[in-house]
């Protein structure tokens, strides 16, 4: 099926294959996932992507979760035409009638080599809701669901999760002093998280996600014919004027010894900065790759000290499996936070590649994460350095194709700014190291709200996988809330109140989103999708209820090993 799109006013459309392609069966290209090689299927082409895997300019691990699946959406989604017809040459061949996703291979999907005569012989990978987890280890199972029953007045929009997840729990908290093992108790939790999803979202049926896949990609094809995907260059020009503002200010009370007016206004000015870090990492400015990722270059390592080609790995899984303990790096923050109990059993990161241990530091810091969540906030920025260095210094990103110089670029950025930064305003610029100290801390925990409005979208909303039969679209509105807010606090949230919007829709320029808010909930209406919309306070507090409750089962875990240790004494042994 040829994809047409309004690319900068003019219409782009990709061609069908100069030479007949084969049709593959599943059995076929089952065999070649097993054989290693990286099979994504977009509008119903077979894709061998294996050659393009070092080269993608937005991570491998992004490529990695689509292996076997359906990724016409995604890929529509993250990518402009231009790179989508890029994407011809690694056509290998066709498929017949509707795909049935695999389960990604890095997310623990089993595959069989080929062998003779099994061509027809059922999955081994079988894709459901109930064998997804079945295919995998206690860390691959389905996470667990955070949503509640009550929709607030007026709003398209979820009650009180953490309400919800106390009533499903409740029984649990009750029989806590029984000798059980405390993981049954947190897959128990899982299965009954599961249903509140089930019970919640349409139906997993082909028929349904089918439908929604449908209206999802009229939604998409009408804010096209509106032009919504066109960038508003007029707002970035107020924009210019805000930044030279702070920056200006930054200098003048610098040079006054107003150390603390002046570590305020450039902390605003990392903080407004970001928002425009964030549209071109998405090629949301001028959409075009190398033009954007100079600008979010510019913008982000040297002027803001932090690497845009980690943040775009790191986004574009975020942006595929949002909200999945195992996978999103954007939720996987433990020792300090847990935002689903599934965390509590030491799951292991396939980003990080590395066991997110559940050990006695994390313990005690869960136990207390919704009162100390604010305060840690404050130091995010910090995090943020050392991951911009490991990713540059471990050469995370891709060496080879026309991203390649994208790293050289960065390195010196970052080594401009601790130069400009570091040396000439922190040092030279400020007398004492106290007032030093005072100036560094206060810039950068000025910058906290970004981190809140970040994990607001997403903290409190459901960590639930409910199978590859989820459509993308059902999936991203289901892990993402968006915050209500008047129209002239728009510049201090920059668009991350438009979050789920943003996730249905990743390349449309954040000042065009709420102009699609109304299309996107009217989508929601028709099939039947719940959109959640809060309040910038009332989303805080889902935020907090949802920490507290993870802590709560941390405590009836923790009770439930003490019985059990407690019983294994009393007859001599262990468990």
Sequence with gaps: MAVIELHNGHPVQLSPPKRPLPVLSRRQIESMIADGRLIIILDNYVLKTDAFLKYHPGGDKAMMHMVGRDATDEINGLHSAEARKMMERYRIGTIEGCWKNFVPPIQGGKFRPAAVGDDEAEDSNNNTTASSSDSSSRSSSPPAVFDADEPK???????????SVSSVSSTDEQHADKPFDGMAHLDALTKKEIMLDLDKYPSLEPEVQGEIVHKYRLLYEKLMAERLFDCNYYAYAIEGVRWL????????FLKWQWYILSALCLG???????FTAHDAGHMGITHNLQADTVIGIIIADFIGGLSLGWWKRSHN???????????????????????SHRFLTSLKSTYYDHIMH??????????????????ILLFGRFNLYRLSWMYLILGQGPRK??????????????IFFWYWFGYQ???????????RFIFVMISHMVTAPLH??????????????????????????RTTMDVDCPTWLDWFHGGLQFQAIHHLFPRMPRHNLRRAQRLVQEFCEDVGVPYALYGFVDGNKEVIGRLAEVSRQAAILRKCQGVIMAGGDEHGHSH
Excluded: C
């Excluded at 503002?245 to 930054?250: D, E, G, M, R, V």
């Excluded at 305003?425 to 007032?435: A, E, R």
């Design 452 to 477: 809140v409005q970040i994990t607001l979208s997403h903290f409190a909303m459901s960590t639930a996988e409910l199978g590859t039969e989820e459509s993308f679209p059902q999936k991203m509105l």
């Design 245 to 252: 503002s702070l920056a200006t200010l930054t200098l003048v």
């Design 317 to 339: 899984v975020h942006h595929i499996v949002t909200n999945s303990p195992e996978h999103d790096p954007d939720i996987e923050h433990l020792p300090f936070f847990a935002v």
């Design 425 to 435: 305003l922190v040092y030279k610029s400020i007398d004492t190291n106290f007032h």
């Design 268 to 274: 605003g000015l990392w903080h407004q900065l970001v």
């Design 401 to 414: 194709g026309p991203a390649a110089w994208h790293r050289y670029l960065e390195i010196a950025g970052t």
């Design 153 to 163: 007045a007026g709003l398209r929009a979820r009650g009180s999760m953490a309400a």
């Design 358 to 375: 559940y050990d006695a530091f994390a313990k005690a810091l869960i136990r207390v994460q919704h009162y100390t969540y604010y305060l």
